[in-house]
């Protein structure tokens, strides 16, 4: 199987000035869409577009407001949980570990309210709520020792572009970076070869949230139609802190360092969602919805810290520290178009099977700078270059034994990244209680992901490259009235 490698996506630090801090990861983050909503829809395995019924699909195809033919309230509680297993991967009999985050969280509330339509319409629905498109939250650490230092790549910058007030300027300030009338060295010149232990932990938190509002009707029980506005509204933070250790002494001086990254995003955007399902036949459902780009407006904040400890021959210990000014920048970004297609069946009262292929180039994501447009041009010409298009394949069934319900769904994702074909499994099941007023249900679901970490980027020393396998699980519990 292939490794995905997205290289910058967890770098949010890594380029000398405010305008370059974004990268295609951001972009790849912003726009990944996997929408967890009822546990109706969860269980199903998120594909019920081609049938509806559920308010969640007003986040997939709107047309199955239609299909609901009493008003409904639904909430839904839910847990998350994200396992990662880590291990560096330069060096000999590194270790691995495990590490977890956990939130509650409510990624699904609804209000659908159904009337009688004109015009030979059976339906004419209005839906307002919330549905989670995406969550970050995640938390890993590693160690391990190896060549190398984070110092190489601030001397690098350094010396390439001078020194910023992220980065090489605050190695510099804290005394890790040495001025030889312009050009600037570290403790690790002419030492390249030497081990030293490093380790890191990164916490990452936020979702990304959608409150919509839909219309949807029901033509004779034959044609479906509905239209959704979406506003979404992302929120993500991001605290790293990296350290290196040197006890065996093989760097001369170097003793010690750390080094910590604060990041925090939050924005809103709007989109369209325009959805269709045609019954062929009595148990035949065939559906198609078309999504607008999103439209965001974001701004981010971010500040960086590093302590630097040192020790120079027949002297006491020497120890530099240094702090960034919080950095501000507020940018645009227009994620591309999305396809969906769908077809799902019926079999009577006794449940139904649902498939559901969604088509996303996410090379067309795009970021707007104002005022800054080389910047513009160069990050949105890494984006294409970097990012691919990726199809997402839902599937799903429902079995209905009385007033009781079992579901299962399984799932294909496809890698984003030019060069990586690999797609990535999903599964879920659920159950659920129908009565005439009010429904329970809860789901499971879990999805796992490979991916390769690099903690810095360097043009001549040692790269680092941390592996990173990931399991995100899903437990979403709902309760529904009708009226």
């Known amino acids: 199987m292939n490794v995905f490698k997205p290289l910058v996506f967890s770098l949010a630090f890594l380029f000398g000035s405010l305008l370059t801090a974004q990268n295609f990861g951001d972009a790849l983050r912003y726009s990944d869409f996997d929408p967890v909503g009822s546990a109706r829809f969860t269980g199903a395995g998120g594909a019920l577009g081609p049938l509806g019924a559920d308010f969640s699909v007003i986040s997939t195809n709107p047309a199955g407001l239609g299909w609901i033919r009493k008003s409904e309230f639904m909430i839904s509680p839910g847990l998350y949980i994200n396992s990662a297993n880590t291990r560096l991967l330069n060096g000999d009999n590194q270790l691995d570990f495990d590490d977890a985050a956990v939130q509650f969280n409510v990624p699904n509330v609804g209000i659908v309210t159904s009337s009688r339509g004109a015009n030979g319409m059976e ?10 498109l995406a969550d970050f939250n995640q938390q890993f650490y590693y160690q391990g020792t190896s060549k190398g230092s984070l110092v190489q790549r601030f001397a690098e910058l350094a010396n390439d572009r001078g020194l910023d007030d992220f980065e090489a300027g605050v190695a510099y300030d804290a005394e890790a970076l040495i001025d030889d009338n312009g050009f600037y060295f570290s403790d690790f010149d002419g030492q390249e070869d030497a081990v030293v232990e490093r380790s890191e932990t990164v916490i990452r938190s936020g979702s990304l949230t959608e409150l919509s509002f839909g219309f949807a009707g029901n033509v004779q029980n034959k044609f479906l139609w509905g239209l959704a506005v979406g506003v979404p509204f992302l929120n993500y933070q991001e605290q790293k802190e990296y350290t290196e250790t040197d006890p065996t002494d093989e760097v001369f001086v170097f003793n010690d360092l750390r080094y910590t990254q604060d990041l925090t995003t939050s924005g809103a955007g709007i989109n369209l969602k325009l959805g269709f399902i045609y019954r062929a036949h009595q148990a ?5 919805a078309i999504h607008t780009p999103t439209f965001y407006q974001v701004d981010e904040t971010f500040e960086t810290s590093m302590d630097y400890s040192y020790t120079l021959p027949e002297e006491p210990e020497s120890n530099g520290f240094a702090q960034s000014p919080e950095g501000q920048f507020n940018y645009s970004l227009r994620t591309p178009w999305r396809l969906l297609g769908g077809i799902g069946t ?3 009262k006794s449940g139904f099977l649902t498939g559901e292929v969604e088509y996303v180039n996410y090379s067309k994501n795009r970021f707007l700078f104002d005022g800054f447009s080389t910047d513009e041009a160069e990050i949105n010409k890494e984006t294409e270059a970097n990012l691919s298009s990726a199809v997402k394949i839902r599937t799903g069934a429902e079995y209905a034994i009385g007033n009781f319900r079992l579901r299962g769904g399984v799932g294909l994702q496809q890698a984003p990244i030019v060069g990586d074909n690999t797609f990535y499994p999903t599964g879920s099941f659920g159950l659920g209680l129908r009565q005439k007023t009010y429904y329970l249900d809860f789901a499971y679901r879990r999805a796992g ?20 396998d990931t399991v995100r699980e899903n437990f979403v519990f709902t309760l529904g009235f009708r009226w």
């Open 123 to 132: 339906t004419f629905n209005f839906a307002i709520g919330i549905n989670r």
């Open 346 to 348: 019926v079999f009577g």
């Open 449 to 468: 992901q490979k991916t390769t970490y690099t903690p810095y980027l360097t043009a001549d020393a040692a790269q680092q490259f941390v592996n990173n």
């Open 284 to 288: 035949l459902r065939l559906s198609m």
